[in-house]
């Protein structure tokens, strides 16, 4: 099926169930909010970190990300900051700057500098990011997330009031949740359901366990890149059932993981994966996962 079919089917089930204009507005009108995307731009002001030794090849920029977005009727998007360019925020800063009635930004810091903390409170007061990304290998190079340096990070984070966000492994859940368990009033976001293998259903737990705190998370994301199937995704589905059933509609939150979603559905299949294909999720439900649990975590303003 061509992509521009795809899009129309997804705009016509946006038209239908969010309350454009001719539709009958079932749950009232709520905004397609994308949580999860980046950008990033080979330009001489914003270089690569020296780390980033294969940087990417083509661009990934706000205004191809705009394009999408309006093709396919979301409205507003949250921006992750990207590896490549590790701690150095400008670029997203910059794009910020550039639309800040369209996006919000969560920026990284080094989780193994002791100035991380001051470092966030800069990038939250001054440059107006919305949350911090951290992102511990599972093997022993994230082992610093069971550090001393994490406590003052997550503190800080819990004070200015933005969300933490956490890319890594199920397996590191357990050490995750020694952190959420010191840090009770802070938003927690875990990333792509923890990449939880379908293989190892029971590795699944070790996220689940996580229900038993009120301000985590879940993004539903990556059941393209977990799953053996082709869209849409059965197996991975039925792990997103489960969190379902553990976390409910209002803690989870779907997100597209753009550009990287190219290599798998696209865009607009990664919605229409949603918006149509998860029998399970009924309107209300839906007007949580794409837009509403978003808002609690990143409310933007109303118009
Ligand atoms: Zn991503």
Same mark, same amino acid.
């Given at each position: 099926?061509?992509?521009?079919?795809?899009?129309? $089917?997804?705009?016509?089930?946006?038209?239908?169930?969010?309350?454009?204009?001719?539709?009958? *507005?079932?749950?009232?009108?709520?905004?397609?909010?994308?949580?999860?995307?980046?950008?990033?731009? #080979?330009?001489?002001?914003?270089?690569?970190?020296?780390? @980033? @030794?294969?940087?990417?090849?083509?661009? !990934?920029?706000?205004?191809?990300?705009?394009?999408?977005?309006?093709? =396919?009727?979301?409205?507003?998007?949250?921006?992750?900051?990207?590896?490549?360019? %590790?701690?150095? =925020?400008?670029?997203? !800063?910059?794009?910020?700057?550039?639309?800040?009635?369209? /996006?919000?930004? &969560?920026?990284?810091? =080094?989780?193994?500098? *002791?100035?991380?903390?001051?470092?966030?409170?800069?990038?939250?007061?001054?440059?107006?990011?919305?949350?911090?990304?951290?992102?511990?290998?599972?093997?022993?190079?994230?082992?610093?997330?069971?550090?001393?340096?994490?406590?003052?990070?997550? #503190?800080?984070?819990?004070?200015?009031? &933005?969300?933490?966000?956490?890319?890594?492994?199920? $397996?590191?859940?357990?050490?995750?949740?020694?952190?959420?368990?010191?840090?009770?009033?802070? @938003?927690?976001?875990?990333?792509?359901?923890?990449?939880?293998?379908?293989?190892?259903?029971?590795?699944?737990?070790?996220?689940?366990?996580?229900? %038993?705190?009120?301000?985590? /998370?879940? #993004?539903?994301?990556? @059941?393209?890149?977990?799953?053996?199937?082709?869209?849409?995704?059965?197996?991975?589905?039925?792990?997103?059932? %489960?969190?379902?059933? %553990?976390?409910?509609?209002?803690?989870?939150?779907?997100? $597209?993981?753009?550009?990287?979603?190219?290599?798998?559905?696209?865009?607009?299949?990664?919605?229409?994966? &949603?918006?149509?294909?998860? #029998?399970?999720? =009924?309107?209300?439900?839906?007007?949580?996962?794409?837009?509403?649990?978003?808002?609690?975590?990143?409310?933007?303003?109303?118009?």
């Amino acid at each position: 099926m061509p992509p521009s079919i795809d899009r129309r $089917t997804a705009l016509a089930a946006l038209a239908g169930a969010a309350g454009l204009p001719g539709a009958a *507005p079932a749950q009232g009108r709520f905004r397609i909010i994308d949580p999860h995307v980046h950008v990033w731009k #080979k330009d001489p002001r914003y270089p690569w970190a020296k780390e @980033t @030794t294969r940087p990417p090849e083509r661009d !990934a920029t706000p205004e191809m990300l705009l394009e999408l977005m309006r093709a =396919n009727g979301v409205e507003r998007t949250v921006i992750i900051q990207v590896i490549y360019y %590790r701690w150095d =925020n400008s670029y997203l !800063a910059h794009v910020l700057r550039q639309y800040p009635q369209h /996006f919000q930004g &969560v920026a990284r810091v =080094n989780p193994q500098d *002791p100035g991380s903390p001051g470092h966030l409170s800069r990038l939250v007061r001054e440059q107006g990011f919305r949350g911090v990304r951290l992102s511990p290998a599972g093997d022993e190079s994230g082992d610093w997330v069971r550090g001393p340096l994490m406590p003052p990070l997550w #503190k800080r984070c819990q004070s200015l009031k &933005v969300p933490m966000t956490i890319l890594a492994p199920v $397996t590191r859940m357990p050490d995750v949740a020694r952190l959420i368990e010191r840090h009770p009033d802070l @938003t927690v976001v875990i990333d792509h359901m923890a990449d939880s293998p379908l293989d190892q259903p029971e590795a699944l737990e070790k996220l689940l366990a996580l229900e %038993r705190y009120p301000k985590v /998370f879940v #993004k539903i994301s990556h @059941t393209w890149s977990l799953s053996k199937q082709p869209y849409p995704y059965a197996d991975a589905q039925s792990q997103v059932r %489960r969190l379902y059933d %553990r976390f409910g509609p209002r803690r989870l939150m779907w997100g $597209t993981d753009w550009p990287l979603v190219e290599n798998y559905c696209g865009y607009a299949k990664a919605l229409a994966l &949603v918006w149509d294909e998860m #029998k399970f999720l =009924n309107e209300e439900d839906k007007s949580w996962i794409l837009s509403r649990t978003v808002e609690r975590v990143w409310p933007f303003p109303k118009a």
